[in-house]
């Protein structure tokens, strides 16, 4: 079945770039997405890329897209302490349907 | 305009007994799934309704089944309650039409405690 794979750790210095890493299995992946997640809170959505882009950029966060290798990552500019949390890689394969299928999570520590 | 809500935000249950969890999603969305997020499993998709009608479920037991109504709220339900039901439940809102852009937006999700 679909999988997607992130490191589960990242710790950065405030001002440096944080880069947060994703691989997904499945090869007709549509929509792949970025959610952040702050202690005791719901899943804030980010950004997203559609599978025939390679990048896409806005405000501070950069998402770069690797078909070939199925891979994606999240570059956060000048990262700063409430950047601290939990960023989830999502795939959504199939147009029409809200089945995410979601990365195990990378908690991002920015010390100040 | 509202987002999505979630009710109760806290819940503490008992083993065996059962559970209704509500969502009311934004204002014109059709589409509401529900996902459990724990420690062990990380966020599992459990099951989507767009029009009153379940277009896509999740590898959960019969316990957990949902529902949604005309206004396009739902609930979902827990039956005869285990330890391992303990989780963070999130509800999800689309429109539903599935297409560029339209993508999901999460609720603050009702933390359920089993005992």
């Known amino acids: 079945g679909e999988d997607v794979e992130q490191s589960l750790f990242l710790s950065v210095r405030e001002g440096d770039s944080s880069v947060i890493n994703c691989t997904y299995t499945?090869?007709?992946?549509?929509?792949l997405y970025w959610y952040k997640q702050e202690p005791g809170a719901g899943l804030q959505l980010l950004t997203y890329i559609f599978s025939n882009m390679d990048m896409k950029q806005d405000q501070r966060l950069t998402v770069l897209l690797n078909k070939k290798d199925k891979h994606l990552s999240l570059r956060i500019a000048d990262t700063q302490t409430g950047d601290s949390a939990i960023y989830f890689c999502a795939d959504r394969a199939t147009s029409g349907t809200y089945k995410y299928i979601f990365g195990t999570g990378t908690r991002l520590k920015v010390l100040a | 305009k509202a987002g999505v809500t979630q009710t109760p935000r806290y819940l503490i249950k008992t083993r065996g007994q059962q559970v209704t969890l509500s969502c009311s999603p934004i204002s014109g969305h059709r589409s509401v799934s529900w996902y459990q997020q724990t420690p062990g499993q990380g966020l599992q998709f459990l099951f989507e309704?767009?029009?009153?009608?379940?277009?896509n479920k999740g590898n959960f037991p019969g316990r957990f089944s949902g529902r949604q109504f005309s206004n396009s709220r739902s609930e979902m339900n827990v039956s005869t309650l285990e330890l391992g039901d303990s989780a963070l439940y999130l509800c999800?809102?689309?429109?539903?039409?599935?297409?560029?852009?339209?993508?999901?937006?999460f609720g603050q999700g009702t933390r359920l405690t089993v005992v």
């Open positions: 999800a809102s689309s429109p539903g039409t599935g297409g560029a852009g339209t993508e999901a937006f």
């Open positions: 309704y767009f029009s009153e009608t379940q277009r």
């Open positions: 499945d090869s007709s992946s549509t929509y």
